[in-house]
């Protein structure tokens, strides 16, 4: 059983940068390919960006590209997501999820194990 912890929300001016981090125990971090997703209330969960277990292959999503960077620290059992050039549609819950495959997808249902959630608010 992998437990997730995403730190790193808050609110932000338009512009300005935020980094999440989602730190993970209870498992080998190692064989999960990880995602960061985020929603707003009254809409699906969406996909924002992804990474393979072994750090070597990124995805995003088209409205964060760009602007996102995805990252991985399998030593720390860390998976951080720097978000920069921030927007009043990022706002948003954001979270982490981890899947027990070598590739990362934007697919929800495709994960394991999620985190809570953390808030992220961009004012105009």
């Known amino acids: 059983q992998v437990q997730l912890v995403e730190s790193g929300g808050g609110l932000v001016q338009a512009g300005g940068s935020l980094r999440l981090s989602c730190a993970a125990s209870g498992g080998t971090f190692s064989r999960y390919a990880m995602g960061w997703f985020r929603q707003v209330p009254g809409r699906e969960r969406e996909f924002v960006a992804a990474i393979r277990r072994s750090g070597g292959y990124l995805y995003y999503a088209d409205s964060v590209k760009g602007r996102f960077t995805i990252s991985r620290d399998n030593v720390k059992n860390t998976v951080y997501l720097q978000m920069n050039s921030l927007k009043p549609e990022d706002t948003a819950v954001y979270y982490c999820?981890?899947?027990?495959?070598?590739?990362?997808?934007?697919?929800?249902?495709?994960?394991?194990?999620w985190g809570q959630g953390t808030q992220v608010t961009v004012s105009s």
């Open positions: 999820a981890a899947r027990l495959n070598p590739y990362g997808s934007s697919v929800p249902y495709e994960y394991d194990y």
